[in-house]
């Protein structure tokens, strides 16, 4: 059976209670969405977000600690997103790889303990723009997969996103031949390290807009997005939601 398409947003450190109603408002538009619908915003929204999306929208986190729970002040275990509604959180985003000089390893430890929480991983991995005009793209993102997925994932609990980092925020993405190839190769990765490789959803993300949707969704090996930007407004996160419910 193909796996089903997820559109995930990510609303990064953005939003507050008031920006709730952007998920009643999608709730509202997409009651019995076609694809799987997940958001994931600032953790603190979790709780209060739950009551509004139901199980029309999956929630997640943007990061976990590796640890169970302990001494870790400022951090946020993975049972803990699980206990106020997540079923999915984001791991090895390219803004934690720069801002918090999260390793492969870091990632896959996160993910180790997201999986043994009961929670799925949205790995993300992704050249930078010297290295893509350095034509190493391919090989930066093999060794990412290769060093950022734990043992034990499977396409029930693990999720690939390939996100560019200069495409992500700025508008410029890369051409869908360059989408092809790289999510062709992550297809052909995951079969050395996941037993099910086939069924495991693999997203793109950067600068996807309601304009752009349809177009990368036709891509081969696309499963879904990973949305930041065009995530926080209903109406355009919902253009996306329709976009992949058609693909
Ligand atoms: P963007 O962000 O859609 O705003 O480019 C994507 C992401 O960082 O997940």
């Not at 051409?175 to 995951?190: F, K, Y």
């Amino acid at each position: 059976m193909a796996p089903r398409k997820l559109a995930a947003g990510n609303w990064k450190m953005n939003g507050d209670l008031a920006a709730l109603a952007e998920i009643d408002a999608l709730v509202a538009a997409h009651p019995a969405p076609g694809c799987e619908v997940l958001v994931c915003p600032p953790a603190v929204l979790l709780h209060p977000m739950k009551a509004r999306a139901g199980t029309v929208i999956a929630l997640g986190g943007q990061d976990c600690h590796a640890n169970p729970s302990g001494a870790h002040t400022g951090d946020i275990a993975a049972a803990q997103l699980k206990d106020v509604g997540a079923a999915y959180v984001i791991l090895g985003h390219s803004e934690r790889r720069a801002d918090h000089g999260e390793t492969d390893a870091a990632v896959a430890a996160k993910a180790a303990a997201a999986h043994a929480a009961g929670l799925t991983a949205i790995i993300c991995v992704g050249e930078t723009e010297a290295q893509r005009d350095a034509g190493e793209t391919l090989a930066v993102i093999a060794a990412q997969l290769d060093g950022s997925i734990p043992a034990r994932a499977t396409a029930a609990n693990t999720v690939i996103a390939y996100e560019p980092v200069w495409a992500i925020g700025t508008g410029r993405t890369p051409t869908n031949d360059q989408i092809a190839e790289v999510h062709g190769l992550m297809r052909d990765c995951l079969a050395d390290k996941v037993g099910d490789a086939a069924a495991v959803r693999l997203l793109y993300g950067g600068s996807v807009k309601p304009g752009n949707a349809a177009e990368i969704f036709a891509i081969p090996h696309v499963d879904g997005a990973l949305v930041g930007g065009a995530s926080l407004k209903a109406a355009d996160f919902g253009a996306i939601i329709a976009a992949l419910e058609t693909a």
